[in-house]
């Protein structure tokens, strides 16, 4: 008699991953939840927006990239559900958005409980340091198509936003400062050139490297800052006109998506100092400037577009938060680009 586990899907395996990261979940809970007794479903009391005049609902969705085979090289799980929350929610502040809840999914060749209890307990955690709350998930096993070893992760945001509070591009005018907010290191994006660039510049995870203090498997898997209580902190104390996200792309090509089709963004290049992590990619795999400049955050993962009366108070406001920020550049005439002062 032929039998689910012997398919190599393991049901009992599944339940008691689900109990491992219950308490871990909670953490992450806001006064808006409902529970729903049957599990389905994750219930969000939408009475919340009675306050608002006219509310507007954002979504987005992401994943974690190949920065997950790093975490599995490593046998370490528990942050990586921390930068799945920080591409997801920190995509729905950019508009001014307060992230409320998300949902997670994760695929993975077999079902090991305190691994899957582990990347579960990081996206909680990470939903906890954004102010919002996982409300539900899936973990789905795949033998077969993936190794026993292997999985990946994907999650949605929903967040809500005032209409006319709404930031963006229209507001942008030259004349507005550009702040950089310091990233924790390469975050989330370009992973498979970090990949490219260990093996063939001989590198080990294992290895320690004077300049990071620490092995280059740490640095790597340093948790993506969350800056979404940072930047709605920013929201309501200050006057933004429009933020960025920096991610896969790159500093400009992320900046630019900010800016109207009338106004340029000159960035100062000699304004900040990029971590070490990537004066070691860069130089041990021989990777030129401009690649660097399009694939990695090199150091800043937000911009905030403030006007220049503002950007002290901005500032002041951030680095009291313990956040890192500066003058990144400032707003001209222009096409809609963002580019580095030569």
């Known amino acids: 008699m032929t039998s689910y586990?012997?398919?190599g899907v393991d049901i009992e395996a599944g339940d008691r991953a689900v109990e491992l990261m219950k308490s871990r979940v909670?953490?992450?809970r806001r006064p808006e939840v409902v529970d729903d007794a049957s599990g389905f479903a994750g219930l969000f009391d939408a009475s919340a927006f009675l306050r608002y005049r006219r509310p507007l609902l954002a979504t987005s969705t992401d994943g974690v990239g190949t920065k997950v085979m790093l975490a599995q090289q490593l046998g370490k799980h528990d942050t990586i559900g921390i930068d799945l929350v920080g591409m997801v929610v920190d995509d729905l502040v950019v508009c001014g958005a307060e992230p409320l809840f998300m949902t997670d999914y994760i695929a993975c060749g077999k079902v090991v409980p305190e691994r899957i209890a582990d990347i579960v307990g990081g996206v909680a955690e990470g939903c906890r340091l954004a102010g919002c709350a996982l409300v539900g998930g899936e973990t789905a096993e795949h033998p077969g198509a993936?190794?026993?070893d292997e999985y990946d992760l994907a999650g949605a945001g929903t967040g809500v936003v005032e209409a006319d509070e709404m930031l963006g591009p229209d507001r942008v005018v030259p004349g507005d400062v550009v702040l950089g907010l310091a990233s924790s290191g390469v975050h989330s994006n370009g992973y498979s050139l970090v990949r490219h660039v260990i093996k063939t510049a001989g590198l080990r995870l294992e290895q320690e490297l004077p300049e990071l203090g620490r092995t280059l498997g740490e640095e790597l898997l340093e948790p993506t800052r969350i800056y979404s209580l940072d930047c709605l902190a920013l929201i309501r104390e200050t006057e933004v006109h429009a933020l960025a996200h920096i991610t896969g792309g790159g500093l400009a090509a992320n900046l630019a998506r900010s800016l109207p089709g009338t106004v340029d963004a000159l960035l100062d290049r000699g304004s900040w100092t990029p971590p070490a992590i990537f004066e070691v990619l860069g130089g041990h795999g021989g990777v030129p400037q401009e690649e660097m400049d399009k694939t990695f955050n090199l150091g800043v993962g937000m911009c905030a577009i403030v006007p220049a009366?503002?950007?002290?108070?901005?500032?002041?406001l951030l680095n009291g938060r313990g956040l890192p920020a500066w003058v990144l550049g400032e707003v001209v005439e222009g096409e809609?680009?963002?580019?580095f002062r030569q």
Request: glycine share 10%; charged share 35%.
């Open 146 to 148: 993936m190794g026993p």
């Open 336 to 339: 809609g680009r963002a580019r």
């Open 5 to 7: 586990a012997d398919a």
């Open 26 to 28: 909670a953490r992450s």
């Open 309 to 316: 009366a503002e950007a002290d108070k901005a500032l002041a």
